[in-house]
């Protein structure tokens, strides 16, 4: 053992006996100080119970009413693309999970996002995405967004899922993977069985392995799905949008609790 190791050994050793004689002295004190001021802690520990618990009833108020004060609506542009694109928001109250779908003559498209990541996006490169693609070399997926793409086919109820990375820019969306499905509720049941299935399905190899013409194939795929730079836009916007709103919420449980 080296001289350094051992060093530190037997520090840590007087440390550990040196807090636990510490340990003994102190309760020691503590017991006789609790002895002859018993009644005294019993009638002020409530007080500084309940203090604390108004304490911080009030500041959740306050930050409640300076949330609420704010405009809460649905934005309009977000309205539009909605509208524009044929997409529907899919209500995840509590989640932080974002969901939309699209229904056509024979798919259903199923995206699935997470807020949390969105709002944690650098909103300068989010808001300047030339410059932020020239800082990719530096930070490669600083400013991209995954989705789970997932396109149902009516006809038989199979599916196809694809995790995509999605970037500001035309021409910027990034296949991590592709999975098959027999049945489409294998790709969108949430439960942890389905879950722990899902990681251990066979994704095909990886996509940058497959052949250019087939890359270049399922790229385009998505792309007249909709996968493209502006649905990053409405995937930013509704992220913090939905992230803003589950943050009302959380605080109107938690005041609800505290408040007297």
Do not use: C
């Amino acid at each position: 053992m080296s001289s350094f190791r051992l060093t530190n050994r037997v520090l840590a050793t007087i440390a550990r006996t040196s807090i636990r004689s510490s340990s003994v002295k102190v309760a020691s004190q503590l017991s006789l100080r609790f002895a002859t001021s018993a009644t005294r802690a019993f009638s002020t520990a409530p007080i500084r119970f309940n203090a604390q618990s108004n304490e911080l009833a009030t500041i959740l108020t306050n930050e409640l009413n300076h949330e609420k004060s704010a405009d809460l609506s649905f934005p309009e542009d977000l309205t539009a693309f909605l509208n524009q694109n044929k997409f529907e928001v899919v209500e995840t109250a509590g989640s932080a999970l974002g969901k939309i779908i699209k229904k056509t003559d024979s798919e259903i498209i199923h995206i699935y996002f997470d807020v949390n990541q969105v709002v944690n996006l650098n909103p300068e490169q989010a808001l300047e995405a030339e410059e932020a693609m020239e800082l990719a070399e530096e930070e490669p997926e600083s400013n991209f967004i995954n989705l789970n793409v997932i396109l149902e086919k009516t006809a038989d109820n199979s599916a196809v899922a694809f995790d995509v990375l999605l970037g500001p820019e035309d021409a910027s969306a990034y296949i991590e993977n592709v999975t098959a499905y027999e049945n489409v509720t294998e790709a969108l049941s949430e439960s942890a069985e389905s879950n722990h299935k899902r990681e251990l399905n066979y994704n095909g190899p990886e996509f940058t392995n497959l052949d250019e013409a087939l890359q270049t194939s399922f790229e385009g795929l998505l792309e007249s799905r909709g996968i493209n730079a502006e649905l990053y836009d409405f995937v930013f916007g509704y992220g913090i949008y939905k992230e803003n709103k589950e943050y009302v919420a959380w605080l109107e449980k938690l005041n609800k609790f505290f408040k007297n």
